[in-house]
């Protein structure tokens, strides 16, 4: 499976949001696949910023473009003819989508709205694999114990979640009105569960707050301890997203499908238990429960069945639960002790595609 990926060399892969934390990662490693790539993004999101710590800017083409601007990112897009598409841009952060729920839906939506319509414009031949990246929170949540398929309803309460159902309808209606009928063109939805790794610097999000926690020696403050969330380290979606805009090449029955990125409920924990196991790695970390505002909600349970992945793509996660926070305290310890990040992430990515190798021959041998 993953040594598929070296299909990617010498090939032009544009990503939006690129200057972000799962854009960074992809990012960085297309360019170790040999990838020509293409950044788009409206500004540097966090600070610190991984795509600056990975220093990405000089190893690929960076542009500055607010993918808002049809007219902007049309130019952009019919210009750099890309051979893959991986549509990362967005506001990603719940508790920022009630201060800014207009810009939410803005990006969320208007976003990937002027994307289909320039992959819909008469003068786009260009041959497309395109992914666009949504999310596990555009599932209208029930608290289902099996997991979510991906033809179960959509919908969300926070403007988030909402903004991403409205995007994903969005997309449906454009493959199956326009898209499906350009043969230049194979599109696909990919939803993935609460991703973490090494990099993440967002606020309000688990593993960054722990790690500020214990850089500033203060408590990291808990909102909701008993929300349970499919954890995969960064690396399993993305290698998903890479596996489906290759197969969907020649799978035309993938094309206009929506595929779930998640682990197996081994992986699926609370809160409290991830803080845990990380404190057993790092243990200068300390916590204190808090009440959250009224107005601000979060499911409690939220898991995703990726059995349509499996079958179709051959995916999976492969990383225990253990295995992912190993890799995530380590990254964010070297950060610390001041390395060289764009090797050491290198190293990462090597470490995870020999344990998927290994994986891989163990299952061939059962």
């Known amino acids: 499976m993953i040594n598929q990926l070296k299909k990617f060399k010498n090939k032009k892969v544009l990503i939006t949001g690129h200057t972000g934390f799962k854009g960074s990662w992809l990012a960085i490693w297309l360019i ?14 966090t600070k610190p910023s991984n795509f600056l710590i990975l220093k990405l800017k000089k ?11 049809y007219d902007n990112f049309k130019k952009l897009v019919l210009k750099e003819k890309p051979d893959f598409i991986f549509h990362l841009a967005a506001q990603s952060l719940v508790k920022k989508s009630y201060i ?27 041959n497309s694999s395109v992914v666009i990246i949504t999310s596990d929170k555009s599932y209208k949540n029930l608290e289902l114990e099996r997991g979510y398929k991906e033809n179960d309803i959509l919908g969300g309460h926070d403007p988030y979640s909402a903004s991403k159902a409205c995007a994903e309808i969005l997309i449906q209606s454009y493959v199956k009105s326009f898209l499906n009928k350009k043969k230049n063109l194979n599109i696909s939805i990919a939803r993935a569960g609460n991703v973490i790794g090494g990099g993440d610097w967002s606020t309000n999000r688990l593993i960054p707050d722990c790690v500020r926690s214990i850089s500033n020696n203060k408590k990291l403050m808990i909102r909701f301890p008993n929300s349970t969330r499919p954890w995969q380290h960064v690396l399993e979606p993305l290698s998903g997203y890479m596996i489906l805009a290759l ?27 991830l803080i845990k196991i990380f404190k057993k790695n790092w243990a200068t970390l300390s916590w204190q429960i808090v ?13 995703l069945n990726s059995n349509k992945a499996y079958n179709l793509l051959n995916w999976k996660c492969n990383l225990t639960i253990n295995q ?16 060289d990040m764009y090797e050491y992430s290198i190293y990462q990515i090597k470490k995870f595609e020999s344990i998927v190798k290994r994986n891989f021959k163990k299952k061939k041998k059962n």
């Open 32 to 45: 170790y696949l040999g990838a020509e790539v293409v950044g788009v993004s409206n500004n540097i999101p």
């Open 59 to 69: 190893k690929l083409k960076h542009r500055i473009l607010d993918i808002r601007n």
């Open 100 to 126: 800014y729920p207009r810009d939410t839906f803005e990006t969320n939506s208007l976003g990937i709205l002027n994307l289909l319509e320039i992959l819909n414009h008469k003068y786009y031949k260009k």
């Open 247 to 273: 197969k969907q090449k020649t799978n035309k029955k993938i094309n206009g499908e929506a595929f779930n990125f998640g682990p197996k409920n081994k992986n699926s924990i609370s809160v409290i238990e």
């Open 291 to 303: 009440r959250s505002k009224k107005n601000e909600f979060e499911s409690k349970l939220l898991k």
């Open 324 to 339: 992912t926070i190993y890799f995530v305290i380590n990254w964010y310890r070297f950060f610390l002790n001041k390395n």
